[in-house]
């Protein structure tokens, strides 16, 4: 089955620094969502973005499907943007199924 | 709130057991996706029903069973709970059938088994 991996696996940023969290993928999908996890373990949906780019606000992300990655680049980053971001994906053909890395663990220092 | 609801939020119960854990979908989702996130195996999808209808199936044991009713809340059943089983159940809900455009998860449904 495809495979998703993100990196890096944990990072720690004072606030204010920007970061970018990667995911890579083995095989074409047809969706491809990041999520941001909170401390209470809430799921919170951040980005539909199989191809392209798309901004909200301090978080932007860009997908290149032909070469297989999607970022994530947060930037001036904030203490509530401590959590764990995940990459997930379906691929085509799955009744959207998604298929989740491992997540990257960001802890914002004040 | 994401407009998806699932209850109870909490659950401690004891191996062998089984419980019931609820989800309603956000007003005019049809889909309904179950996932479980553990330690070892992080976020995995269980099973997905659109309408009524089993459509999906991923990791999910046979001991666990799902179904969703025709106002579109779903259930999912644990049974002979293992230690193992203790997680964070997730339900998701999309308006159409692949979740193309993009999921609402609840806020989970937390399991010890003691």
């Known amino acids: 089955g495809i495979q998703v991996e993100q990196s890096p696996p944990d990072l720690i940023l004072q606030e204010g620094a920007n970061s970018t969290l990667r995911c890579n993928f083995s095989d074409s999908v047809n969706n491809l969502q990041w999520f941001h996890q909170n401390p209470w373990g809430q799921l919170i949906n951040l980005f539909y973005i199989p191809s392209g780019t798309k901004q909200n606000g301090r978080l932007s992300a860009t997908t290149v499907a032909t070469e297989r990655y999607s970022l994530l680049y947060i930037s001036s980053s904030q203490t509530t943007d401590s959590g764990v971001y995940f990459c997930a994906v379906a691929v085509s053909g799955s009744q959207g199924n998604l298929i989740f890395g491992k997540g990257t663990k960001l802890s914002v220092k004040p | 709130d994401s407009g998806v609801t699932q209850t109870p939020k909490h659950l401690i119960t004891a191996t062998g057991q089984r419980v019931t854990l609820r989800c309603s979908p956000r007003s005019g989702d049809l889909s309904v996706y179950w996932y479980q996130q553990s330690l070892d195996q992080g976020l995995q999808f269980l099973i997905q029903?659109?309408?009524?209808?089993?459509?999906a199936k991923g990791n999910i044991l046979e001991r666990f069973s799902a179904q969703q009713f025709p106002d579109l809340h779903s259930e999912l059943n644990l049974s002979s709970l293992e230690l193992g089983d203790s997680a964070l159940y997730f339900c998701?809900?999309?308006?159409?059938?692949?979740?193309?455009?993009?999921?609402?998860f609840g806020s989970g449904t937390r399991l010890t088994v003691v």
């Open positions: 029903y659109y309408n009524g209808e089993e459509r």
């Open positions: 998701a809900s999309s308006v159409e059938q692949g979740g193309v455009y993009g999921y609402t």
